[in-house]
């Protein structure tokens, strides 16, 4: 079935520093990727829409220059979190659009902690 | 807009009693319905699917039937486990938008 992969799983980093999240896809391509935020016992909420080859969607709210999003391939979207402040701490999952009418293929998530 | 309301939990089952998660969605128009599971630490699992009114998805034991006239997708289950304690998200797709997430129910399930 279509895999995720998603990189690091657990990140600690100080506070104004950049962190970089990776998400591939294993065994197909996706040309859209989604890029979700998770606070403790609150759903998901869509930070953002990567789509390969060109700029990245953001939903209302979220900041562009924090959050930069880079799609450069069909298996591969990075999101890194710039000057990261502990307010930043939280869960953060991609999933990939795999065609079709699936529900998105999800990462195994990134725990992002700040100090 | 599209939204999904479950109910937010926790919801404390012994083991092998019957479990229930309600759900209810607004869509302009026609949505594929999902139900995902989050185990401890873990990314998001597709659990089931239906992608048309009547449509029952199944998988692992549990169900959920979509229900066009009460825009319901209720999640059952017969007998739970230890191992079905997770979080439960409910979610809607409307062709290739965004996923619309519910806020999840916590089940808990007790030896």
């Known amino acids: 079935g279509a895999v995720v992969s998603q990189h690091p799983s657990w990140v600690i980093c100080k506070s104004g520093t950049s962190v970089k999240i990776e998400c591939r896809s294993l065994?197909?391509?996706?040309?859209?990727m989604f890029w979700y935020r998770q606070f403790p016992k609150q759903s998901l909420m869509l930070m953002a829409t990567?789509?390969?080859?060109?700029?990245?969607?953001?939903e209302q709210g979220v900041e562009k220059d924090k959050f930069l999003i880079n799609h450069a391939s069909l298996t591969l979207s990075t999101l890194t979190v710039t000057s990261a402040h502990p307010e930043d701490s939280s869960f953060y999952i991609c999933s990939a659009d795999r065609q079709g009418n699936y529900g998105y293929t999800f990462g195994s998530g990134t725990r992002l902690t700040v100090v | 807009g599209d939204s999904v309301t479950q109910m937010e939990g926790p919801v404390t089952l012994s083991e092998e009693a019957f479990l229930t998660i309600n759900c209810t969605y607004t869509?302009?128009?026609?949505?594929?319905l999902f139900w995902y599971v989050q185990y401890p630490g873990e990314g998001l699992q597709l659990l089931l699917k239906?992608?048309?009114?009547?449509d029952k998805g199944s998988n692992k034991g549990f169900e959920a039937t979509y229900r066009k006239e009460t825009t319901s997708f209720h999640l059952e289950k017969g007998s739970v486990q230890v191992s079905d304690s997770a979080v439960y998200f409910c979610a809607l797709r409307e062709g290739y938008q965004k996923v619309t997430f519910g806020i999840g129910t916590k089940l808990q399930v007790i030896p």
């Open positions: 239906a992608t048309k009114a009547d």
């Open positions: 990567s789509n390969e080859g060109s700029k990245a969607t953001y």
């Open positions: 869509a302009t128009g026609y949505p594929s």
């Open positions: 065994d197909f391509q996706a040309t859209t």
